[in-house]
């Protein structure tokens, strides 16, 4: 069955620390992305991948870095992490192509403290 | 750029209304339109999707046509039930970039009993 897991599914964070959000599929997707989801803004996209070892800015990256280093594995780096950065960050994988609907996760809810 | 318009943030019904849930877009050509729905606690769901001028998508009562004339895709179903309850959201797939949705802002739906 076609999945996406994410972890840790809740973290907390004080200000200035790392923190890094892990999403893996096994679903043998090529296009992988992480949006976060705001009361009042919906799913923004933050960085996305087309294959193991690419990465590209999405609509908001500033502030985040991500690694895909496998097929199956799509990180989300915080290096300085913010109070403004509070949210929660969902993972998908999709198969490329106009009319892919992208497979999502359950979701890490992320606080900084 | 490509971007989604949801004009209601909340919509409460009754068991059995009539709903509408508008998404207009703003793209060129004809870009693939989909709706997913998100239930308390879990990520996005594909609902169905569309990609071609008067195709109508549908899934679980559900259904919606693409306007090209009017750049809209509402989401419509007929009677509705509690278990509809969720956040919809339309999103914008970007042509020649894969599967890379841009979401709109989600409509949370109440249905009371």
């Known amino acids: 069955e076609a999945a996406v897991t994410q972890s840790p599914r809740n973290k907390v964070a004080v200000t200035g620390g790392k923190v890094t959000l892990s999403c893996n599929q096994t679903n043998n997707h090529n296009n992988m992305y992480w949006y976060r989801q705001d009361t009042g803004h919906g799913l923004r996209l933050i960085h996305y991948s087309y294959g193991a070892g690419s990465t590209e800015k999405g609509d908001i990256p500033d502030g985040y870095k991500a690694s895909r280093p496998s097929q199956e594995n799509f990180s989300l780096i915080l290096e300085l992490a913010t109070p403004s950065q509070t949210s929660v960050y969902f993972c998908?994988?999709?198969?490329?192509?106009?009319?892919?609907?992208?497979?999502f996760g359950e979701g890490t809810r992320l606080s900084v403290l | 750029g490509d971007s989604v318009t949801q004009t209601e943030g909340q919509v409460a019904l009754s068991e059995e209304d009539f709903l509408t849930i508008h998404c207009n877009y703003s793209a060129s050509g004809y870009p693939a339109l989909f709706w997913y729905v998100q239930y308390p606690g879990e990520g996005p769901q594909f609902l169905f999707r569309?990609?071609?001028?008067?195709e109508k998508g549908s899934s679980r009562g559900f259904e919606a046509t693409y306007n090209k004339e009017t750049t809209s895709f509402h989401l419509q179903k007929a009677s509705v039930q509690e278990s509809d309850s969720a956040v919809y959201y339309c999103a914008l797939g970007g042509q020649g970039t894969g599967s890379k949705l841009s979401f709109g802002k989600g409509a949370k739906l109440t249905v009371s009993p």
């Open positions: 569309a990609s071609r001028d008067k």
């Open positions: 998908a994988s999709g198969q490329g192509g106009n009319n892919q609907a992208p497979l």
